[in-house]
């Protein structure tokens, strides 16, 4: 299982979440406030995750620390 402390904050604050994992890299769809949210890990060809995280309208990539710069975002909400 991969994305695993952004899986554990969504569980302790109960926000429901699918989660899916293909060739190695977790991939977590969620809706907030109505809005759709993605997380999406890749490995290419260093690890890292495309999300729209930080605005619902638009992708960016995180890369490096990326797990924890993500639940970063997730923690203002």
Do not use: V
């Not at 979440?17 to 997380?39: K, M, P, V, W």
């Amino acid at each position: 299982m991969r994305l695993t402390k952004i899986r554990e904050f969504m569980d302790d604050n109960h926000m429901p979440y699918q989660y899916f994992e293909e060739n190695g890299c977790g991939s977590i769809n969620f809706i907030h406030r109505g809005l759709s949210y993605r997380i999406w890990e890749f490995n290419d060809p260093e690890w890292g995750a495309e999300s729209n995280i930080r605005t619902c309208g638009r992708s960016e990539d995180f890369t490096g620390n990326y797990e924890e710069d993500i639940l970063e975002i997730l923690k203002t909400w």
